[in-house]
């Protein structure tokens, strides 16, 4: 068996098809899209294309479109540019947001609410309506979360605030940060009513360095990077078009029957680990969950351990988020859900993708069960 | 004859064998460097060695280079971050600044002088003594202009700086913006003397979406973009490894020899223009002057015009710098050096580079004489 990847909410390989029609932006077609001659052009053109596709995949205007570098600085130019300028600006939020939105947050002036998500791990809409102040500037909920894959009713919440809005003279900016969501969900920004949503090129098959913010048309923000004025000034400097390009084209790709392909793959895994392997328990609500998202506690097992050992078998799969699993503190989110810090370590998530075959799904469960006991009978427990 | 390419300052191809030892990353190495599990530290491995070569190339230690998505967010880090939590800051800087350098400093809250560079393009270091307040945070001068290519004596104005701190408790701090300078010029930062240095990826045939921010160590930085710990907190998010490795892999290929190849063929060049068209004019010092870059003024022929005709002709030039070709209102760059209003319009920007033939020179100086004629009568001058 080659090496199996099952991280894919950390990041994703650059689909084939993708990768061949973006290459020839590094050697050839290498124009700066701010020159006026033909090879400047060559790259309007391109970056148009790109934009366009965006707009399509979201159901918004391509002027609304903001090609960003990545998910983070997304994330910091939509809740820094929404913030600035704002008195005693109050935000509402969830406790199991990405690091992208709460570092934000918590670097900023601004009083915040964190919503509970209970044992579910997902938020009640009903806790937004009651969190919104006079003085609540901006609402950010991510769409799916990166940890347990659970999904936030976007869409409800949506329609709460604006109903909210008809009230009030200063609106409320709603942001969603839906870099787990866009290969599996719905993600048409007027069904979501969202005014901002970050989205991440590669973790849908397409490169590193190409990010979108979506920014519904009027919505009050400032720029916090400074320089030329691409991308209507909010992401200045010449753009990565290889990058951009390339999240275009990844966007075409994304078809709605991967999704039960996927969920099928995943249903194996939870069914299998909860029914063979004693004393394990997922991690997040089943139902309202992404298609390719297991994260579970095996009792006894370290996280680090179990990630270790599979890693050993050529098997990738991670203890938390990527960006968190450096870091030896308890995920936030797991504790966030009820678990105890112990238990927090202890979590293990499989995210699946485009190319998981079932061959590697077996040999997963295979492997898995004996590292379990051998992990156990060292723990002790 | 095919196409050519005569804009090199704006951004350049990326180099062929570069290209093929980073497009690996697209569907093999993919891994996000924050995994832990073999795909990860994959890339962990190729980013280290990314900062070894950037580090090598500055003379400067691995742990003091910040990888960056581009110059304009390297120097939004570094304006930004050094003038942040300090209390009416001054900045001292050129009239001659690239717009990623006069921006951030124009919404920032810091006073700011702007020396002046005389009809030669280039500031007196004397200027910059003068020009020191008590309160002075920040020195932040070019190394080399994207526009004219005239070159600033940075290492006699980091000697000033340097002396200036020693008697003083709050250090100024010394940035230059070197984009233009690092395929051509010494880069030392201890020879430079400097604290913060940018460079760029795509000027340098390295891929888009790769630039570094040289932080000399104890530089007191607050950083401006928040999420994971990435790259010290300074630029939290994924790392795109693909262009990082790229700018490392472009900065070993950068070889002396090429400039002397290049300024012959610049030579040839400006003294074709001045000898052969009348009332022509080379914009900025020709000594003090990058090895490639080529300004001029063509009196009765129109900047845009020219570029357009050239075109027309698949020669690719520039009027100004790209990030300013979009823009109707005249070079900041070349105001300041005297140029009348007319006359900072009619302006015409030739940058060579690696791959810049004897042919494609021969080819120009065949085209450019009567392109020049034909504008001049239908200007009527």
């Given at each position: 068996?080659?090496?199996?990847y099952?991280d894919y909410?950390?990041?994703?390989?650059v689909?084939?098809?993708?990768?061949?029609?973006?290459?020839?932006?590094?050697?050839e077609k290498?124009g700066?899209p701010?020159?006026?001659?033909?090879?400047?052009q060559?790259?309007?053109f391109?970056l148009d294309?790109a934009?366009e596709?965006v707009a399509r995949f979201?159901?918004?205007k391509?002027?609304?479109i903001i090609?960003?570098?990545?998910?983070?600085?997304?994330?910091n130019?939509?809740?820094?540019?929404?913030?600035?300028?704002?008195?005693k600006?109050?935000?509402?939020?969830?406790?199991?947001e990405?690091?992208a939105?709460?570092?934000?947050?918590?670097n900023?002036?601004?009083?915040?609410?964190?919503?509970p998500?209970?044992?579910e791990?997902?938020?009640?809409?009903?806790?937004?309506?009651k969190?919104?102040?006079e003085?609540?500037?901006?609402?950010?909920i991510?769409?799916?979360?990166?940890?347990?894959?659970?999904?936030?009713p976007?869409?409800?919440?949506?329609?709460i605030?604006e109903k909210?809005n008809?009230?009030?003279?200063?609106k409320?900016?709603?942001?969603?940060d839906?870099?787990?969501a866009?290969?599996?969900?719905?993600c048409?920004v007027d069904?979501?009513?969202?005014d901002l949503?970050?989205?991440?090129g590669?973790?849908?098959?397409g490169?590193?360095g190409?990010?979108?913010?979506?920014?519904?048309?009027?919505?009050p923000?400032s720029?916090?990077?400074?320089?030329?004025s691409?991308?209507?000034?909010?992401?200045p400097g010449?753009e990565?078009?290889?990058?951009?390009a390339?999240l275009?084209?990844a966007?075409e790709e994304i078809?709605?029957?991967?999704?039960e392909?996927?969920?099928?793959?995943?249903d194996?895994?939870?069914?299998?680990v909860?029914?063979?392997?004693?004393?394990t328990?997922?991690n997040?609500?089943?139902e309202?969950r992404?298609p390719?998202?297991?994260?579970?506690?095996?009792e006894?097992?370290?996280?680090?351990?179990?990630?270790?050992?599979l890693d050993n078998?050529?098997i990738a799969?991670?203890?938390?988020?990527a960006c968190?699993?450096?870091s030896?503190s308890p995920s936030h989110?797991?504790l966030?859900?009820?678990?105890?810090?112990?238990r927090?370590?202890?979590s293990?998530?499989?995210?699946l993708?485009?190319?998981?075959?079932?061959e590697?799904?077996?040999?997963?469960?295979?492997k898995l069960?004996?590292?379990?006991e051998?992990l156990r009978?060292?723990?002790?427990?």
């Amino acid at each position: 068996m080659e090496k199996i990847y099952f991280d894919y909410a950390a990041t994703t390989p650059v689909d084939k098809g993708v990768a061949e029609k973006i290459t020839p932006f590094l050697e050839e077609k290498f124009g700066n899209p701010s020159s006026l001659h033909a090879f400047g052009q060559e790259a309007v053109f391109a970056l148009d294309r790109a934009r366009e596709s965006v707009a399509r995949f979201f159901g918004a205007k391509e002027r609304e479109i903001i090609f960003m570098p990545s998910a983070t600085v997304a994330n910091n130019v939509a809740i820094q540019g929404a913030l600035q300028k704002k008195e005693k600006p109050h935000v509402v939020t969830s406790a199991i947001e990405h690091k992208a939105v709460i570092e934000p947050l918590k670097n900023s002036s601004a009083e915040v609410t964190y919503l509970p998500v209970y044992k579910e791990g997902v938020i009640k809409e009903e806790d937004v309506k009651k969190a919104i102040k006079e003085n609540t500037v901006l609402v950010s909920i991510g769409y799916a979360n990166s940890e347990i894959g659970t999904i936030q009713p976007i869409g409800k919440i949506g329609k709460i605030i604006e109903k909210e809005n008809e009230k009030r003279r200063n609106k409320i900016i709603f942001h969603t940060d839906a870099v787990q969501a866009v290969n599996y969900l719905p993600c048409k920004v007027d069904k979501l009513k969202v005014d901002l949503l970050t989205m991440s090129g590669h973790k849908i098959y397409g490169p590193k360095g190409a990010a979108a913010l979506y920014v519904r048309e009027k919505t009050p923000m400032s720029p916090i990077l400074f320089g030329a004025s691409q991308e209507k000034g909010f992401y200045p400097g010449t753009e990565n078009v290889f990058a951009f390009a390339g999240l275009g084209f990844a966007l075409e790709e994304i078809k709605k029957n991967d999704s039960e392909e996927t969920k099928k793959l995943r249903d194996r895994i939870i069914d299998f680990v909860l029914k063979e392997i004693p004393e394990t328990k997922l991690n997040g609500e089943r139902e309202r969950r992404l298609p390719n998202n297991v994260n579970i506690t095996v009792e006894g097992a370290e996280g680090e351990s179990l990630m270790m050992a599979l890693d050993n078998e050529k098997i990738a799969v991670s203890t938390g988020s990527a960006c968190a699993s450096n870091s030896l503190s308890p995920s936030h989110v797991l504790l966030s859900i009820g678990l105890s810090r112990e238990r927090a370590h202890g979590s293990l998530r499989i995210t699946l993708g485009r190319y998981t075959t079932e061959e590697e799904v077996d040999y997963f469960l295979e492997k898995l069960p004996p590292i379990v006991e051998r992990l156990r009978k060292i723990s002790g427990k």
